[in-house]
Every structure is written in structure tokens, then in C-alpha cells.
């Protein structure tokens, strides 16, 4: 929809507003109801939904009523009645609720539940494709912020659009002169995807991103086998995934220095861009200071890779061979150079990635680089007694070591020790497990994980979750994932669906420079909004533009604008764990 129609939008929505009044005030005699859209006494409910055989449930605000019923869309009789629980408060929000669980309720269809006093839930499907699309978009989500390439109509469809940042003539930062490549040096560094909001490109949050992407493919290689993104490479002999992935491999792999191994930490301009298109964004970029976690994040992407691309010689010859040979000297220079920890110099000001503890990513590099060789010294490397398990972000990797050696451990070899990495992926993932048991919402999210990307960590915790499925098969832990995707689609404290385009209230304005400046309505599809959490380190920008966050409560402090950079922007280390997760448990329900 253009800009211009606003004003029809409305219309249309108040509109729908109104039959869903309607639908309420006309239900027969037992459902008297005060209907009412505020979000804190709304039915939060997964607004894409349920695989038949998912567990399923939906948040109810603190109400006297003790029973729910399920309407199927377009009729008003309920087709299912079940009891809601007693009431508990969620400590993150602050709000009282009672959980609506029909997990035994199979029969395929279009959904509302409804609970006497209250309006009914947003429409939800009981398919066996529910997640299909939304995995798809996620993932197409890469390929709309891909680096110096034109999107054409034919695969961007509205949002199709000039080229942006060729990246052919970047300049080397004073702090990355080297002797053979003196400050000043013309390098070229194309492709990539932009980090997220901003038009620039970090080598440590490429590399969690494009190995959470890799170890989709490895899991689920049937699965992506199948998909079909309609981009560019579609149509050829790999799968869709692996030739968006090598989108950024290419350029991950111009990043390196050649002359010693060492890998600069980002390709930037020195401030962020202003409201514009890719296109006009023209600002001289710059790669800037190699550094230790920069080598190793890149270590073991092209680790993994070159496992990962090894099936495809004939279609990118000699990159898998290329790709471990760039591993290898990456672990070099970080071995010479272990604790070159990354500050932006003082003419830099985007986005910094810095981060001082490294042993986590040297045990990920060692790992991924232990399974590709086999070699004992990697394995040694990774000082496994030592290396803890925890739920993954971009400055902590440890667990992607973990989810690793857990989905390889039948080749590895006999010095890897089997019951340490079960020890390790079952522990975290039962602390999830019992999070979620006792959540007030039956969600897994701790005080801890409302930060910046809040929706991330729920999303890299259900992947987490899925480890541990995957090795032992507890349904628990797969009940408990599925969870963690309702909250981000529906069943959290803000009632959005945070991800663009997929759901019946979805973000409008999030900061996302190429969805902000296309003079198009709706934002690019299939992007995961970063999330509430109560740190508004974005307040002055948003008080300059007149607006503020609903509440001061983690779960709740969300703001649908785009001032909110600290809770509305989207990033590509968001949205991988939303496909990972999004195609596993499509994948792992969709025979059952
Ligand atoms: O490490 C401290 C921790 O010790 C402390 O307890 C905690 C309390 O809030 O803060 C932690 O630091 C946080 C840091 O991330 C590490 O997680 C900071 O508060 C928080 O402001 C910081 O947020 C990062 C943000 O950039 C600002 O630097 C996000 O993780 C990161 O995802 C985000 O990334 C930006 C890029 O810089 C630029 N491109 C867009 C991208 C997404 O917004
Ligand atoms: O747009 C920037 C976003 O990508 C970053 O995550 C964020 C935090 O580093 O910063 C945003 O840029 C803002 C800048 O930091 C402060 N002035 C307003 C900018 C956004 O309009």
C-alpha cells in the first residue's frame, strides 16, 4: 500500500475493529462481554499458530471467568472448551494472567479463543504448514538487505530498488595500516548483508548470524532442500539457503587480510547514514583495526562452511578448500594476536561489537575447526572441562561450540568426550525448560534476557531448547521452543506479533533505514523487531520526536517507532535464530 492511503488504512482497520465488536456482542446468551483492544487486557495468542500436534496456548489477563472456549473464524459456536488456570503474576510485566491450554485440541482450521468478559483473541491457523511462509520471509529478509546489488521487481516485488554501496573502493582506516596495505589503501569488499537498521557491515555479528544460518542447513537439509525464496539464484542446482548464505560468505572472505590472516573488524562509513535509501547513503566506507574476535568469529564461519559447501564443489569450485584455508590462518593471526580486543577509534562511531572476554570464541573457533580436520590440537583447543554452555548472542558463543560438537558427535573422533557435550547441551536446556514450567506465561524468559534484541534472545533460547531435543528427544524441550515462537508472535505482554508482515498486529515503523525511506507503508516483510526491554537507551531521540515508551516494565517496554533503535530496529543476528527456530519446528511437526 503507498503512503498516500493512510487514511484508508484506518478506515479499513476500524472497520475490522467493528465486526470483531460485532462478532462479540452478537454471541449467544452465555457469552456476555465487554469487549475491549487494549493490549493489557487482551488474549495474547500466537497470531500465525500451532502445528496440530503443538502444544498450544494462549495468555489470558486476570478475569473472574474460569473457562475458555475456541470459536472457529466466520462462525460463533465453540468447537472446544477447556478450563483456564488459577492466576499468577508474571514478574516481567507486572501483569496477572491465566494460561488457556488446549494442546489436545488437533482439528486443522482458522481460530479465536474466547473467554466470556473479553474481546476475542486475533485469528490463529491449526495447520500442518503454519510456519512455512514465515520462515521463507525470514529468511527472504536477508536477501532484501543484500550489499551492492540492485533488487528487481521480479524477486523484490514492491520493494524492489537500486543498488546500494558497490564497496569497490573502501578505504583502510589508519588503525588498520599495515605495511603492505598503508592507511588510505583502495580495497575491495562487496556484497554482504547490512548488520540490520544501518547500512554497515561487522565481521562478529556476521558470524554468529551466518553460522546460526549454516547449522539450519545442516540440520534441516531435507527441509531447505525444498524451499523456494525466489531469489536471483533460485532454480539452480543449490539450495536456496546455501545461496543466500554465500552472499555473505564472499564478502566475509574479502575482509581478510591476505598478507597475514588477519580479518578487519567492519566495513563502515564513520557515522550512521541519515533516513535514506541504500543508494543515497554514499558516505566513503572504510575497513577498520583487525582484532581478535573479528579472526575467530571468522575462523569458525568458514569452518563450518567449508563443511557445509563441501557437497557443492561442482557449483563453487575450490571454495570449500578455500574457506578452511582462510580458517586457518584467521586461528593463526588470533593465536599470535589473542587479546587485540576491539574499540572504535575516535573518529568512528557506528556500532562497536566490542567485546573483552574471548575465550568463548576461541573455544567456537577450535570446535568448528576440530570438526571440519578432525585434528587433535583443535580439540584440545577448545578446552572443553572448561567451556561452560549458555545461550548464544553475538559477544557470547560458547554454546554455538556446543550445539556444534552435539550435532557432529557421531563422527567425531574418540578423543571428544560424549558425555561431557550431552552433559552440557541437556543442562542448559533443562534450566530452560524449568523456566518455563513455572513462568506465569509459560515463558522461558529470565530478568536477564530483557535486553537490546530482547526477541533474539527468546529466539536463540528456543534454539537452545531444540539442542537439547534433538539429543535426547524430550518433548518438554520442544514444547517449551514452541513456546518461545508464540511469545514473538503474539503471546507476550505487548500483544504484537513482532515480526513484519506475519500476523494481525505486526510493527508499522520499525528502524530499518531501507523500510523507512522506500516511501512504502508496510515495512519489509519478515523482519523480527529487536524487542522490549527497560534500558531506552534511545529515550532523547524519542522524546525529540514527541513520542515515549508505554512502561518502564522489561516485558512491556517496547516502542512501535522508529526513534526506538534500542526496541523496534531489526538486525540479521535477529532474525537467524527466527529462521532457525521457525524451520526446525516446522520441520520437526510437519510428519507428525
Ligand atoms: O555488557 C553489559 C552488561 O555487563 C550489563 O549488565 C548490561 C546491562 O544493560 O549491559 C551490557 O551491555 C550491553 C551490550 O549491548 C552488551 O550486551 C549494553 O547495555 C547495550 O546497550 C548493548 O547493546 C548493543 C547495541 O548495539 C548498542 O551498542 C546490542 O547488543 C547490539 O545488538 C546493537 O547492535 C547494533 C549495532 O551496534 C549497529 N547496527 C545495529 C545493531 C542492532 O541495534
Ligand atoms: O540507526 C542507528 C542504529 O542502527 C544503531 O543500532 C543505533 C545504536 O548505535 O544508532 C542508530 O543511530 C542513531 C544514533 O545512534 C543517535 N542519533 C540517532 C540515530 C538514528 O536516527
Redesign the pocket.
Known amino acids: 500500500m503507498l503512503k498516500p492511503s493512510r487514511g484508508l488504512l484506518a478506515i479499513v482497520v476500524s472497520a475490522a475493529l467493528l465486526t470483531a465488536c460485532q462478532s462479540v456482542d452478537t454471541a449467544s446468551a452465555t457469552q456476555p462481554s465487554t469487549p475491549s483492544v487494549d493490549a493489557s487486557v487482551s488474549i495474547k495468542v500466537n497470531q500465525i499458530g500451532f502445528a496440530p500436534t503443538a502444544s498450544k496456548m494462549a495468555v489470558v489477563p486476570s478475569t473472574d471467568a474460569d473457562r475458555f472456549s475456541l470459536i472457529p473464524e466466520g462462525t460463533n459456536t465453540p468447537v472446544y472448551s477447556g478450563r483456564l488456570s488459577a492466576s499468577s503474576q508474571w514478574e516481567h510485566s507486572g501483569e496477572n494472567v491465566k494460561i488457556a491450554d488446549f494442546s489436545d485440541f488437533v482439528r486443522t482450521g482458522e481460530y479465536r479463543v474466547r473467554v466470556p468478559g473479553l474481546a476475542d483473541s486475533h485469528p490463529f491457523t491449526i495447520g500442518t504448514d503454519v510456519y512455512q511462509e514465515l520462515n521463507d520471509a525470514a529468511l527472504k529478509a536477508f536477501y532484501f538487505n543484500r550489499v551492492s546489488t540492485e533488487l528487481l521487481p521480479e524477486h523484490a516485488g514492491i520493494y524492489a530498488r537500486p543498488a546500494g554501496h558497490p564497496d569497490d573502493k573502501v578505504k583502510v582506516h589508519e588503525s588498520a595500516a599495515s605495511r603492505h596495505r598503508p592507511e588510505g589503501t583502495i580495497l575491495s569488499a562487496p556484497k554482504g548483508w547490512y ?4 547500512y ?1 557491515k561487522y565481521i562478529v555479528n556476521s558470524g554468529i548470524t551466518t553460522y546460526t544460518l549454516l547449522a539450519a542447513y545442516e540440520h534441516f537439509p531435507e527441509y531447505y532442500a525444498e524451499r523456494d525464496l525466489n531469489i536471483p539464484e533460485s532454480g539452480d542446482s543449490v539450495p536456496d539457503l546455501l545461496d543466500e548464505i554465500m552472499w555473505n560468505l564472499d564478502w566475509m572472505l574479502a575482509m581478510q587480510d591476505p598478507n597475514d590472516g588477519g580479518v578487519y573488524h567492519k566495513l563502515t562509513a564513520k557515522r ?1 547514514e ?2 535514506v535509501m541504500p543508494h543515497e547513503a554514499v558516505s566513503q566506507r572504510y575497513v577498520v583495526q583487525k582484532g581478535t574476535s573479528a579472526a575467530l568469529n571468522f575462523a569458525a564461519v568458514m569452518a563450518a562452511a567449508s563443511r557445509v559447501y563441501s557437497g557443492y564443489d561442482e557449483q563453487f569450485p575450490g571454495f570449500a578448500t578455500q574457506a578452511l584455508e582462510a580458517a586457518e590462518a584467521a586461528w593463526q593471526w588470533a593465536q599470535a594476536n589473542p587479546d587485540v580486543t576491539y574499540r572504535n577509534p575516535d573518529d568512528i ?4 561489537y566490542g567485546d573483552p572476554h574471548l575465550a568463548d570464541e576461541f573455544g567456537w573457533a577450535a570446535a568448528e575447526l576440530y570438526i571440519t580436520t578432525g585434528q587433535q590440537r583443535y580439540y584440545d583447543a577448545i578446552m572443553a572441562e572448561e567451556l561452560t554452555n549458555q545461550v548464544p548472542n553475538w559477544a557470547q558463543v560458547r554454546g554455538l561450540a556446543w550445539m556444534s560438537l552435539a550435532h557432529h558427535r557421531d563422527q567425531l573422533t574418540a578423543s571428544a568426550d560424549q558425555s561431557l557435550i550431552a552433559e552440557r547441551v541437556d543442562g542448559l536446556a533443562r534450566e530452560l525448560y524449568e523456566e518455563w514450567q513455572k513462568s506465569a506465561y509459560r515463558v522461558p524468559m529470565r530478568g536477564t534476557d530483557f535486553v537490546w534484541g530482547s526477541n533474539a534472545v527468546a529466539m536463540n533460547n528456543a534454539m537452545m531448547l531444540l539442542q537439547g531435543y534433538r539429543l535426547n528427544g524430550f518433548d518438554g524441550y520442544l514444547e517449551a521452543a514452541q513456546s518461545l515462537l508464540d511469545y514473538v508472535l503474539g503471546r507476550n505482554a505487548t500483544g504484537y506479533s513482532f515480526v513484519t508482515g506475519h500476523g494481525s498486529k505486526t510493527p508499522m515503523n520499525v ?1 530499518h ?1 531501507a523500510s523507512d525511506s522506500d516511501g512504502i507503508d508496510e515495512p519489509i516483510p519478515g523482519w523480527i523487531a529487536g524487542g522490549p526491554q527497560a534500558g531506552q ?2 529515550l532523547d ?1 524519542c522524546v525529540e520526536d514527541g513520542v515515549s515508551y508505554p512502561s518502564h516494565k522489561p516485558a512491556k517496554s517496547y516502542l512501535e517507532h ?2 526506538s ?2 526496541s523496534n ?1 531489526v ?1 540479521i543476528n535477529w532474525n537467524a535464530p527466527l529462521v532457525y527456530v521457525s524451520g526446525a519446528i516446522q520441520a520437526l511437526r510437519q510428519n507428525d
Do not use: I, K, M, S
Request: net charge negative; hydrophobic share 25%; proline share 0%.
Open positions: 548488520d540490520a537498521g544501518d554497515n550512521f541519515g533516513r562511531l557506528t556500532g562497536q528502524h533505514r537507551q534511545d531521540d522508529w526513534c533503535y534500542a530496529e538486525a
